[in-house]
């Protein structure tokens, strides 16, 4: 009988720690202390042993029971803890549910990590009105009387402020570089800011031509400053905005209101510069005009054009906003469709 | 416009093994973009002349037939061909297999092979000029005839480009980088430059000097648009194709050869960037005078074109009326004809902006204006007028120049500059050699005189006419010609006077992240000028809101006087492919009115930074959408750190819903609105299905704080007690009222009071409305028992059946 309760015991062991669930374990529960279980059956034959074996063996077989219970208890609270809060045929596949989200503009999020490079290096936000004179559009930058886009053909004249004198008659800004006056006719030099916005000009559009778009010019007025520090500021700028070492290059250019002018060219990172269809095979794309601003510009400021110098730079947001994801119609920008805004997170 | 590179090295000697890459890559660095750098032979690899020896039958076709060609030492190959001109001794341009043609002249270039055609097997193919890129040069009578090289001095084998010299390199340019200088419209110029830049010498045209002293009868009436007529007639022509060498250069850089007199012209222009014409001297009555047209003059332009001319048009002019488009294009009635033997020659100078007008206005650019657009100088004429008569000399020998007459009247002053070379030195950050300086300038063809601190320059005609004026652009000749890339860059300077604190520019920022980022909203852009439909949906009149002269379309000529139109038309996009949308837009609006007057009397209408906002969604969300709405307007200031704003009830928008809509005061002003669009108004933008909330705010009015304000408060010692209270009131008590009567004259252990629900519907009678509240009660000295609890909230009680009657249901 000894024989039997320590087979008895072993087994039950093994049984209690194989249950995966409460309910099997209450099965094995059933089956060894149950009415009818394997214990309670040995139980049942002590009163038929001989007297003298009967105390030693009842706790024997009493102690088993104990710890078989004990274990039993044990084992239901650890199978509790274990067992899944949910249903098991929860599926664990299914897409999460993403947060409701909202974005800024592409370009406005280009325009702020602009903002964020120049302010780095000190340099103020600023911004100027949109409607402006003639005056400030073309004149004090030095464009010359018969410059073509002072014809209604590139600039939104507003009406009945179409004649006149160059203070009387307004537009639609046709491009920021008038700002620049603006801010320095207001603030004393040295200056360092930027001054991006939207700007005008009426052309037919395409894929790549748009009435608004978006500029971002930056100007440094300071004594002595020669353009080839320029290069530095512009190199700094572009490796914030692509995340990385962006050769650059300066070459003959002209705009009016820089002498030097000049055009400034990246290093086609399509590419890297070893020559592409979106580089035209040429290795260098053509990002953005800057230069030395015109004597008549600093004059118009009211600066000595012989004391201060400066470097300024112009660069076209929407194209720039273009190259880093791949946009291939300007219009877009304008589309007010979120099915192409919300891409931009 | 495309250069020929052997056209160039007419006026400046190449070296022989020059690195064309290298020119490219120079000019684009010192001078214009060069686009594109095309050998031209290898357009015709593969490609060489034939001899074709005997023409045989083909068995299978009645269109077709065998050529035995000899393609070069004796070696003969059967070609099959459908020319309609095949001749035995004829010479022939054949494709080997591996060449590109192109079939018919249409469509891609194809690569030729081997191929059997109706069965007999061919050797390449027989070319008609237009598949090989040559029918400019080659003109058929019919579309079968293929192209025939009998003419030329070219052996069987020869290759093509041989054959017909054209080893050349065509140089492609960006226009848009050489606007500004009038002296790069032609090869001469660019000859110039590349002489500057590799220190080589540079070919000077001699001057014409007429041997007649006939006077042509030449009358300049308006000499400000007219500087210079040269007016020359010369006889003993006739019309004949230029030389064959002569066309292929006018053909190489793009344009058509015609016959001889009108290629000369051609060839002048495109040599010197002056633009020159020829008139048939017959056809001219009288004499030549430059005029202004008369209003509604007419004239007919070589193209067929028909114009009315308006008194700003300038004309060229015989004693009967205009013959001819100053500086844009000549007249039909007295163009070169088949019989013309003697011409007027036209070398003239005409006034930029002039000719760029009447170009534009009669859609008439041609490559003569766009080169007077830019501004070309009167000295240029005399290199014109030498070439010109070389060439008519050369191609008729017994041509006599019968009468001549140079009227300049607007001499060009050549500009003088003075830079001192500290001023240089600082500007470029190095010393430059002076015999570096003196040398590059003056391959340019400056004079530079070197005085004791620097220099005295005059600069060339052919830059004075706006190019160069002042030192600055002394220094950038300097700087192109020495070599950008041979600066060393250098640090920016700078001195450091307090870190950048913008608090508007900032608070711009906040609000469009916390739009955007917390709040989920997307931002949109749209252009300043608004739809018609829209305008007149959000407002009753057009009073005081700008317009454009010029707008991009008809109905879109008004300027944005408020941002919502645009987003209402953002709406009507949107609403086909979402059910359920947050848009808003941060931009300038402008009103005719309230004009600021600025520096040099520049008076600049109202223009003020605005917020707009739709929130969107399903009209049976209208209660949710605008508490919503509210909600994000209402949170704002605490979450971008400005001066808070309230809402109230003041002034109906004229788009609003009579019901749902409240003004946004900010310290007693209004500075903005937050409503439900009305029906009326929604239809009327497009919108078909959706509601929208929309939202104006006037952004300059807000007030950023100078520094968060936010304050600490101590975490309360003893607890803070909720106490929900639901009570009937009548349906149209406001919350304010609700609010007002409980908060008025309080309680000190009551806190504060939530909103917590409203109920309409089944168990409330009719004209009422239900309101659950939660009352904050608490007391900063000991926990309150229940009984204290109990009474604030009974006194609460009181108060609202006292002031507005209300019913309490449950406590």
Same mark, same amino acid.
């Given at each position: 009988? @000894? ?22 374990l209450?099965?094995?529960?059933? +089956? ?8 309670t ?12 074996l009967?105390?030693?063996m009842g706790?024997?077989?009493?102690a088993? @029971?104990a710890q078989?219970t ?17 249903a ?8 999460g549910?993403?947060?409701k ?5 592409p370009?406005?999020?280009m325009?702020?990590?602009?903002n964020?490079a ?10 100027g ?27 939104y ?6 004649k006149?004198?160059?203070n009387e008659?307004?537009c639609?800004? $046709?491009h920021?570089t ?6 320095? +006719? ?13 700007v ?8 790549r ?6 500029q971002y ?5 300071d ?7 320029g290069?530095?500021?512009?190199k700094s700028i572009l490796?914030?905005?692509?995340g990385?070492?962006?050769?650059v ?9 820089v ?18 269809s979106v580089?035209k ?5 053509e ?9 008549n ?12 110098t ?8 929407d ?19 979120l099915?192409?805004?919300k891409?931009?997170r | ?7 160039i090295?007419d ?6 093994d020059?690195?064309?890459?290298r ?13 594109g ?5 290898e357009?015709f690899?593969k490609i ?9 039958p ?15 030492e004796?070696?003969?190959?059967d ?6 001109n ?17 079939w ?5 270039p194809?690569?030729?092979k ?6 007999? $097997?061919?050797f390449?193919?027989?070319?008609a ?6 029918a ?10 293929i192209?025939d090289?009998?003419?030329f001095?070219a ?6 480009? &041989?054959?017909?010299d054209?080893d ?6 960006d226009n848009?980088?050489?606007t500004?200088r009038?002296d790069l ?5 660019i000859?110039?430059e590349?002489s ?28 400000e648009?007219?500087p ?16 064959f060498?002569?066309q292929?250069?006018?053909?190489r ?9 009108v290629?000369?012209?051609?060839? &002048?222009?495109?040599?010197?960037g ?6 048939d001297?017959?056809?001219i ?7 202004r047209?008369?209003e509604?003059?007419?004239l ?7 114009l009315?001319l ?7 002019a ?9 500086? &844009? ?14 011409v ?6 005409f ?8 170009a ?8 003569a ?9 009167p ?5 014109a ?16 120049v ?12 050549? @500009? ?20 570096i ?6 391959a340019?063809?400056?004079k ?7 220099m005295?320059i ?5 830059r ?6 002042i030192?600055a652009?002394i220094?950038?000749?300097?700087a192109?010609?020495?070599?950008y ?17 913008q608090?508007?520019?900032?608070l711009v920022r906040?609000?469009?992240?916390y739009l955007a ?14 739809s018609?439909?829209?305008v ?14 010029t707008?991009?379309?008809?109905n ?6 408020s ?10 996009k ?9 848009i ?21 209408p109202?223009q003020?930074?605005?917020?707009g906002c739709?929130?969107?969604?399903a009209?049976?969300?209208?209660a949710?959408?605008?508490?919503y709405?509210?909600g ?12 808070s ?6 002034e109906k928008p ?5 019901v ?7 310290n007693?002003k209004?500075?903005g ?5 009305s029906?009326k ?5 497009g919108?078909? &299905?959706?509601?929208?909330?929309l ?5 300059d ?17 003893f $607890?803070t ?9 009548d349906?149209?008590?406001t919350w304010? +009222?609700?609010?007002?009567a409980i908060?008025? @004259? ?7 009071v ?10 409330? $009678? ?18 309150l ?11 609460v ?5 006292k ?5 309490v249901?449950?406590?």
């Amino acid at each position: 009988m @000894k024989e039997r309760l320590e087979a008895l015991l072993e087994e039950g062991v093994a049984k209690i720690k194989s249950a995966k669930t409460e309910a099997e374990l209450q099965e094995v529960k059933t +089956q060894l202390l149950g009415k009818n279980g394997s214990i309670t059956e040995l139980l049942k034959e002590i009163p038929k042993l001989d007297v003298s074996l009967r105390p030693e063996m009842g706790k024997a077989v009493n102690a088993v @029971k104990a710890q078989l219970t004990e274990l039993i208890e044990t084992t239901r609270e650890e199978l509790k803890l274990k067992a899944s809060q949910i249903a098991p045929d929860f599926d664990c596949t299914l897409p999460g549910i993403e947060p409701k989200i909202g974005g800024l503009h592409p370009i406005t999020q280009m325009c702020y990590d602009l903002n964020d490079a120049f302010r780095s290096m000190g340099f103020e936000v600023f911004s100027g009105p949109e409607i402006t004179s003639e005056y400030y559009a073309f004149d004090n930058l030095n464009f010359p009387p018969n410059h073509p886009a002072r014809e209604s053909m590139d600039t939104y004249w507003l009406e009945g402020h179409d004649k006149g004198e160059a203070n009387e008659k307004l537009c639609l800004r $046709p491009h920021l570089t008038g700002d620049s006056v603006r801010y320095m +006719q207001t603030h004393k030099p040295p200056y360092r800011f930027v001054y991006p916005g939207r700007v005008y000009r009426n052309e037919t559009t395409d894929a790549r031509h748009e009435r608004a778009f978006f500029q971002y010019e930056a100007l440094i007025v300071d004594k002595d400053f020669t353009y080839t520090a320029g290069k530095v500021m512009i190199k700094s700028i572009l490796s914030k905005v692509f995340g990385r070492d962006v050769p650059v290059r300066m070459r003959a250019g002209f705009f009016p209101f820089v002498e030097p002018g000049f055009e400034i060219d990246m290093g086609c990172l399509v590419c890297n510069g070893k020559g592409c269809s979106v580089c035209k095979h040429v290795g260098w794309i053509e990002i953005m005009p800057g230069g030395t601003p015109h004597p008549n510009v600093l004059r118009s400021a009211g600066l000595d054009p012989d004391e201060y110098t400066g470097f300024y730079v112009n660069i076209g947001l929407d194209r720039l906003v273009m190259m880093r994801y791949g946009v291939d119609d300007v219009r877009l920008f304008h589309s007010t469709d979120l099915r192409f805004l919300k891409q931009f997170r | 416009m495309k250069l020929s590179l052997n056209w160039i090295k007419d006026y400046v000697k190449l070296p022989d093994d020059m690195d064309l890459t290298r020119l490219a890559y120079d000019l684009t660095m010192s001078t214009v973009e060069v686009e594109g750098c095309e050998r031209l032979s290898e357009r015709f690899e593969k490609i060489i002349v034939g001899e074709i020896k005997e023409v045989l039958p083909h068995p299978n076709a009645d269109k077709l037939r065998i050529c035995k060609v000899d393609i070069g030492e004796g070696e003969i190959k059967d070609i099959v061909c459908g020319g309609s001109n095949l001749e035995v001794g004829m010479k022939v341009v054949v494709a080997c297999p591996g060449a590109m043609v192109r079939w018919h002249g249409e469509g891609e270039p194809v690569e030729i092979k081997n191929a059997k055609l109706r069965g007999v $097997p061919s050797f390449g193919m027989i070319c008609a000029a237009v598949e090989v890129g040559l029918a400019d040069l080659f003109p058929v009578n019919d579309d079968h005839e293929i192209m025939d090289l009998t003419a030329f001095d070219a052996p069987a084998g020869t290759p093509l480009a &041989v054959a017909l010299d054209l080893d050349d390199i065509i140089l492609e340019i960006d226009n848009k980088s050489m606007t500004n200088r009038p002296d790069l419209w032609g090869h001469y110029g660019i000859a110039r430059e590349i002489s500057a830049l590799y220190d080589l010498p540079l070919v000077e045209f001699e001057k014409y000097v007429p041997t007649t002293t006939e006077k042509y009868d030449v009358r300049i009436l308006d000499a400000e648009r007219c500087p210079r007529y040269i007016g020359a007639r010369i006889e003993g022509l006739g019309v004949k194709p230029s030389p064959f060498q002569m066309q292929t250069r006018i053909w190489r850089v793009g344009m058509r050869p015609i016959n001889a007199l009108v290629d000369i012209t051609n060839y &002048v222009m495109l040599a010197t960037g002056q633009p020159t014409h020829v008139f048939d001297s017959n056809h001219i009555i009288d004499h030549i005078e430059v005029r202004r047209a008369s209003e509604g003059e007419a004239l007919g332009l070589l193209n067929d074109k028909q114009l009315k001319l308006c008194t700003d048009d300038l004309v060229i002019a015989d004693s009967e009326g205009a013959v001819a488009l100053a500086g &844009v294009m000549g007249g039909a009635k007295d163009s070169v004809l088949p019989e013309t033997t003697s011409v007027i020659l036209e070398v003239a100078n005409f006034e930029s902006r002039g000719v760029r007008r009447t170009a534009l206005r009669y859609d008439n650019r041609t490559e003569a204006s766009s080169r007077y657009e830019k501004a070309v100088d009167p000295e240029r004429c005399d290199q014109a007028l030498s070439l010109a008569m070389k060439l008519f000399a050369e191609l008729y020998p017994e041509m006599n120049v019968t009468a001549f007459n140079d009227q300049y009247l607007g001499k060009l002053e050549e @500009k003088e500059i003075d830079v001192d070379f500290e001023w240089l030195d600082r500007r470029l950050g190095m010393r430059i050699p002076q015999e570096i300086v003196a040398r590059k300038l003056g391959a340019l063809g400056f004079k530079v005189t070197f005085t004791e601190k620097g220099m005295h320059i005059v600069v060339p005609s052919w830059r004075s006419t706006g190019d160069v004026s002042i030192k600055a652009d002394i220094m950038e000749e300097v700087a192109r010609m020495y070599g950008y890339e041979n600066f060393k860059a250098t640090s920016i300077t700078t001195t450091f006077d307090g870190a950048i604190n913008q608090l508007e520019v900032d608070l711009v920022r906040k609000i469009k992240e916390y739009l955007a980022f917390r709040c989920n909203m997307q931002e949109i852009f749209t252009y300043p000028w608004m739809s018609d439909e829209c305008v007149n949906a959000i407002f009753p009149t057009t009073d005081g809101i700008l317009a454009l002269a010029t707008p991009p379309s008809p109905n879109e000529r008004y300027v944005k006087c408020s941002l919502l139109p645009n987003i209402c038309r953002a709406i009507v996009k949107n609403e086909r492919n979402f059910d359920s949308f947050d848009i808003f837009e941060e931009a300038q609006i402008f009103l005719d009115s309230d004009y600021t007057q600025n520096y040099k009397g520049e008076s600049l209408p109202c223009q003020r930074k605005h917020l707009g906002c739709a929130f969107v969604g399903a009209s049976d969300r209208v209660a949710e959408l605008f508490r919503y709405a509210k909600g994000v307007i209402g949170a704002m200031p605490s979450y971008t750190h400005m001066e808070s704003f309230t809402f109230e009830k003041n002034e109906k928008p004229y788009w609003a819903d009579d019901v749902v809509w409240q003004n946004i005061m900010l310290n007693g002003k209004k500075i903005g609105d937050i409503a439900l669009l009305s029906k009326k108004s929604a239809l009327a933008c497009g919108i078909k &299905v959706l509601s929208a909330i929309l939202v104006e705010l006037d952004m300059d009015a807000l007030v950023p704080f100078k520094s968060r304000t936010n304050r600490y408060t101590r975490l309360p010692e003893f $607890p803070t007690n909720e106490f929900d209270i639901s009570f009937l009131v009548d349906s149209m008590t406001t919350w304010n +009222q609700i609010y007002d009567a409980i908060m008025g @004259k309080k309680n000190e252990l009551l806190q504060d009071v939530k909103f917590v629900e409203e109920y309409k519907g089944k168990q409330i $009678p009719e004209g009422k409305k239900s309101i659950t509240i939660k009352l904050i009660i608490g007391s900063a000295e000991k926990t309150l028992t229940s009984q204290e609890i109990e009474a604030v909230a009974n006194s609460v009680m009181k108060k609202l059946s006292k002031l507005l009657s209300a019913d309490v249901r449950t406590v």
